[in-house]
């Protein structure tokens, strides 16, 4: 790419950028005047605009990792404006497909004890539990915990935001 393409691609981006920002100004003022077909197809816009930058992201992240030395992970670089950086390549781990069932037996399997009398292998409930609450993530399950006939709203501070769910029921005619 040349150094006119990257300026070209530097203004555009920070063309679109003021662009958004002056639609959501413009937005905040005017929202309650528009239409509830409008208002959805601002939602939609909204959706496919936050998938599109996260893709832009996720490409510049990369790309950006291919230019920091390997060796280091560090890159000190100077702006157009003659500002320092210093860019710092880290990773992350990113897991997926996790077989909780099986990496659950395993945690399990570290609350075992033995009776040093008989030599049975029994399960320390007590370890498990605390195991579990350590190892997993619990987050409450609030129609788990309502079917137990308890009131979540009691144990924390509820906020209703809407959501707005379009579908069409017939073309147009």
Known sequence: MTDMQQF?????VTLVGQAVGALALRLDEEMETL??????NLIDWCAEVKKMMS????GAVKAGAVLVPRDTKVLDWIGKDGT???TELMFKSVRTKVDKDALYGEVKKSCRVVDPSSGEVTLNPVALVE????????????????SLGINPDEYCE?????SIQT???SEAQ
């Open 8 to 12: 070209e691609l530097s203004d555009q």
């Open 84 to 86: 320092t950086y210093r």
């Open 55 to 58: 893709i832009l992201e996720r």
């Open 131 to 146: 195991t579990i609450e350590k190892t997993f993530r619990l987050e409450p399950r609030w129609t788990e915990i309502k």
């Open 158 to 162: 509820t906020r209703y935001e809407p």
């Open 167 to 169: 579908t069409q029921t």
């Open 35 to 40: 239409t509830i077909e409008q208002l959805t």
